[in-house]
């Protein structure tokens, strides 16, 4: 069985500060895992992926997110957040199912 | 062409009515899936096909009847819906549905039951 937590339901920034949201997963098997962005009346759109190989995994947009697999972690980090980057952001992870199990979503809101 | 194409954007329907979905991907992908979304929650996967045959139907109630005409269609049907089954429905694909694939979304169709 598979899962992902994410700890925080909403994550309220200035812009042009940093931002992580955070994702812990299990699984009794290797996975492989994403992140997904949602923008407002949109469809989910794959943000970055971590495959195997190295830790730290660059995204589009400026996201990167390390995997800790000694933490379960999967964090997701923008350096300088923009107004554009407010949006609901979706953790997932594959393991012995090929269905992807997401997490509960974090809405990301950047202030001016 | 990278997108998944899914009409109406918009539905508003009675219970008796019947209604079809519709989603269209010209990527050559063999796997597409239906999901639905509620308001501020992750999206939940309903059917999967794979080389246009049901993989997977997560327990779906059978007011929901999905079709997949070709590698490229794929509809759901809905019919006495109930007004708890208002929200976003999300077509997806990936290739061919292996594990490290991602998933192309549509922009999804936002459903009203009155």
């Known amino acids: 069985a598979q899962s992902v937590t994410q700890l925080d339901s909403q994550v309220p920034v200035f812009e042009e500060a940093p931002v992580e949201l955070r994702c812990n997963y299990s699984s009794s098997v290797s996975v492989y895992l994403f992140w997904y962005v949602q923008y407002p009346n949109q469809g989910l759109q794959l943000l970055l992926k971590?495959?195997?190989?190295?830790?730290l995994v660059k995204g589009i947009n400026g996201f990167e997110a390390e995997f800790n697999k000694s933490q379960t972690s999967f964090h997701l980090r923008k350096p300088s957040v923009h107004i554009s980057d407010t949006a609901e952001y979706f953790c997932a992870v594959k393991g012995g199912s090929y269905i992807p199990t997401f997490g509960r979503g974090t809405s990301l809101i950047v202030h001016p | 062409d990278t997108e998944v194409t899914q009409t109406p954007k918009h539905l508003v329907m009675g219970m008796t009515n019947k209604k079809s979905l519709k989603c269209e991907q010209h990527?050559?992908?063999?796997?597409m899936y239906w999901y639905k979304q509620k308001a501020k929650k992750p999206p939940e996967l309903m059917f999967v096909y794979s080389y246009e045959k049901l993989s997977i139907n997560e327990s779906v109630p059978s007011r929901f009847s999905p079709e997949c005409p070709n590698s490229s269609l794929l509809n759901l049907h809905l019919h006495a819906l109930q007004p708890e089954d208002s929200a976003l429905y999300l077509c997806?694909?990936?290739?061919?549905?292996?594990?490290?694939?991602?998933?192309?979304f549509g922009s999804g169709t936002q459903l009203s039951v009155l």
């Open positions: 997806a694909s990936s290739q061919t549905g292996a594990l490290p694939e991602k998933l192309f």
């Open positions: 990527m050559g992908h063999r796997a």
């Open positions: 971590y495959l195997s190989g190295s830790t």
